[in-house]
Nanobody
Framework: QVQLVESGGGLVQPGGSLRLSCAAS????????MGWYRQAPGKQRELVAV???????NYADSVKGRFTISRDNAKNTVYLQMNSLKPEDTAVYYC???????????????WGKGTLVTVSS
């Protein structure tokens, strides 16, 4: 089995910072990419940031310059440092990993259960 567990969400005031963490565990053969998506109230799920095994990154335009994604490959962990938070960043943030499991699948997406980030004064 493969499991992704997020942590770090919570309530923060506008302009504040949070760091999200996501650890992947289980029968993992290799990880192609890890990233973060979010689902805001009344909106579609959107990509926030993703980092591939080769080190390439991609950010949503709305978070460029404020959010930073990083990975600790040895720990199968991805982080999202969120600075200068705005009320419009309020959403459930989901960790995503595209990986090959030891069961033989490859290029499969796995998702965490999500962690709520609320930006409000």
């Amino acid at each position: 089995q493969v499991q992704l567990v997020e942590s770090g969400g919570g309530l923060v005031q506008p302009g504040g910072s949070l760091r999200l963490s996501c650890a992947a565990s289980g029968s993992i053969f290799s990880i192609n990419a890890m990233g973060w998506y979010r689902q805001a109230p009344g909106k579609q799920r959107e990509l926030v940031a993703v980092k591939t095994s080769g080190g390439n990154t991609n950010y949503a335009d709305s978070v460029k310059g404020r959010f930073t994604i990083s990975r600790d490959n040895a720990k199968n962990t991805v982080y999202l440092q969120m600075n200068s938070l705005k009320p419009e960043d309020t959403a459930v943030y989901y960790c995503n990993a595209n990986l090959q499991s030891e069961a033989g699948d490859y290029g499969m997406d796995y998702w965490g259960k999500g962690t709520l980030v609320t930006v409000s004064s």
